[in-house]
Every structure is written in C-alpha cells, then in structure tokens.
C-alpha cells in the first residue's frame, strides 16, 4: 500500500524542503497538520534516505529529541540500521511496511512497538525519505499473553485431573 495522493502531497509540501537539504529549519505547519500530528498518541517521525531524523511529533520529541541524527541511533542506540527497519524495507518496497519489536526500557521491563512507515516521494516519483509511525503495544501484549498463560493454567488442570471432566455445550 501507498500513502494516499493528497496526504503524500500535503506530507512533501510540509516537508519537502527539509528533506531534499534546502533547508534545516523545523517545518512550518498548518493549525491542523499541527494539532493532528501532536493529537496522536503514536509517535511520528520523518526520516530521509540517510536514515536520519527530520521530524518528530510530541510524543517523540521529548523521548528521543535528536533531530538529525540516525534513527537507529536514536531510537535503538545502534550504530547501522536495525535488523528487519521497516524504513529501509519501505524504500525497497515503494509500499507500506510493518514491523513489531521488542525494547528494554530504563527500567528494565520489556516493552513492544508495531512500527509502520511510508515512502514519501517527490513530485517525480522517487522515494526521498518516509514516515514513521510507532505505537506502544505493550498492554496488547501483555494481555495476549496473560490469555495465553490462563489458557494453559487450565489445560494442565484439565488434564492432570484425577476424575472424571465432562464438558457440556448446551
């Protein structure tokens, strides 16, 4: 899949500028661009053919605020691209590309991330950077696998019960 006509040119007219290098100052956003980008409890960042990061919405910024540097940097601490960069795969792909991994936080607990990213392309069709969008899905998760701890929990009951079980559907 591809972004949409209208929101990948509405996404080159914002930023345009920065990522083909004519400029370094912060994009200048509309009200609703704005507000949309910072209403989002994802987080959202631009990022150039570099892998570096151009852009980054609210719930980014404060976590990881290094505009400029290499995504997997910043947000991984690596020093070369992250095994399975669902960027990179969108810019060999042209499409739409998906990803969930794992962190360990500063605490030391584990938390999951589903990473999506988009080509952004310039007004002639060539892929010049893309958009990343990462949503914490730790209570997902967690709840997944809390069903699947319950599920066998009662399984081992069922089958290490010394009597009789008969199971009714009614």
Known sequence: EELDGAIADELYAVFG???EGTSTEPPALSPLVH?????????????????KVLYQNNERSPR?????????HVYEGQEEVCQGCPV?????????????????????????WATTAFPIRDKTGAIIAAVEIATD?????????DA?????????????AGDYVLVLDS
């Open 88 to 112: 990179e795969q969108a810019f060999t792909s042209g499409k739409r590309e998906i990803s969930e991994r794992q962190h360990r936080t500063s605490t030391g607990e584990d938390a999951f």
């Open 148 to 160: 699947i701890n319950a599920r066998d929990t009662f399984r081992d009951l069922f089958f290490s």
């Open 17 to 19: 500028q920065i990522i």
């Open 35 to 51: 507000a949309t980008l910072c209403a989002t409890k994802s987080g959202l960042s631009v990022i150039n053919r570099d892998f």
């Open 64 to 72: 990881f605020g290094s505009i400029g540097e290499p995504c997997y």
């Open 137 to 145: 899905t730790t209570e997902q998760h967690r709840s997944r696998q």
